[in-house]
């Protein structure tokens, strides 16, 4: 079936340091991607999204390209800041089912 | 910005009582979604709701689970029973159309953590 792993956390980075967050998919059909975050105390909200192979999705300097290829997803900034601290989902929406399949998430702490 | 909003935020229950959770969706969405997230593991999928009934549940929804839009503004998750293993943090959703849909977007709330003991 259908899944999301994304890498452990929690991630800690200093300010202006450069994130990944890997992703990685698991699908049968053609899915869309997406980023969510969490920040503390807060609902899950959408970062970034793409609907198709060689999509790329950016937001706030977050960017992530659907690599068909190796079935990956992989959040990066080039420069994060303390206010980037949060929790990271991957997730894909599989065009067959109308529903979300989640990673399991990764703290990020960015230390000034 | 329009939001999910969930009550309560954290609600503690002891084994076997009956719980609801509510969410009061976005005004003009038309599908309701529940989530839940077991500490340390991956939010699941538990429920998808349109036009007045369930159009799409999980294997962890079971018999002990209901959900209901009481008065068209709430969307509610009932468990009958908890077991100790409902204690999870659980997200509504609601989006205007379905998730496959390549324009929607799907908004949750901030999420109720449900603590059996």
Sequence with gaps: GDSVTQMEGPVTLSEEAFLTINCTYTATGYPSLFWYVQYPGEGLQLLLKATKADDKGS???FEATYRKETTSFHLEKGSVQ????AVYFCA????AFNKFYFGSGTKLNVKP | EPEVTQTPSHQVTQMGQEVILRCVPISNHLYFYWYRQILGQKVEFLVS???????????????QFSVERPDGSNFTLKIRSTKLEDSAMYFCASSERGVTSRTTQAFFGQGTRLTVV
């Design chain 1, 82 to 85: 303390v206010s980037d601290s």
């Design chain 2, 49 to 63: 709701f349109y036009n007045n009934e369930i159009s799409e549940k999980s294997e962890i929804f079971d018999d």
């Design chain 1, 92 to 95: 894909l929406s599989d065009r």
């Design chain 1, 59 to 61: 937001n706030k300097g």
